[in-house]
């Protein structure tokens, strides 16, 4: 059975940091690009960054660019998000996709390319 799941949400403070990872099951994540996504309520779901099959090439939103890093482990068949100087603004339900294509284009606005969607993980900044 082919699935994605994420964890490692959480309630955090303003500055602080999480880790979300999103683990792979069925398939080898290395074989193509996953994204990290996220929707906040009452707002379109928007990609924040993605890791890409070929030459492991990391793209970021311009939002989290230099707070965020997007890695992976092949042992462990799992993509990292981690996310520092966390901000009121990156509340939301964070998830992962899988894109067949391996190129990561067009992340930022996820398309019916993207599959394998899993259930999400809430992260939540506030004092």
């Known amino acids: 059975q082919l699935h994605l799941v994420e964890s490692g949400g959480g309630l955090v403070q303003p500055g602080g940091s999480l880790r979300l990872s999103c683990v792979g099951s069925?398939?080898?994540?290395?074989?193509?690009?996953i994204g990290w996504f996220r929707q906040a309520p009452g707002k379109n779901r928007e990609g924040v960054a993605c890791?890409?099959?070929?030459?492991?090439?990391?793209f970021y939103i311009d939002a989290v660019k230099g707070r965020f890093d997007i890695t992976r482990s092949i042992a462990n068949n799992t993509v990292y998000l981690q996310m520092n100087s966390l901000q009121h603004e990156d509340t939301a339900v964070y998830y992962c996709?899988?894109?067949?294509?391996?190129?990561?284009?067009?992340?930022?606005?996820?398309?019916?390319?993207?599959?394998?969607w899993g259930q999400g993980t809430q992260v939540t900044v506030s004092a």
């Open positions: 890791l890409s099959s070929r030459h492991n090439s990391q």
């Open positions: 996709a899988r894109d067949p294509a391996g190129t990561c284009g067009g992340f930022e606005s996820p398309s019916g390319r993207w599959n394998y």
């Open positions: 069925g398939f080898f994540l290395d074989y193509y690009g």
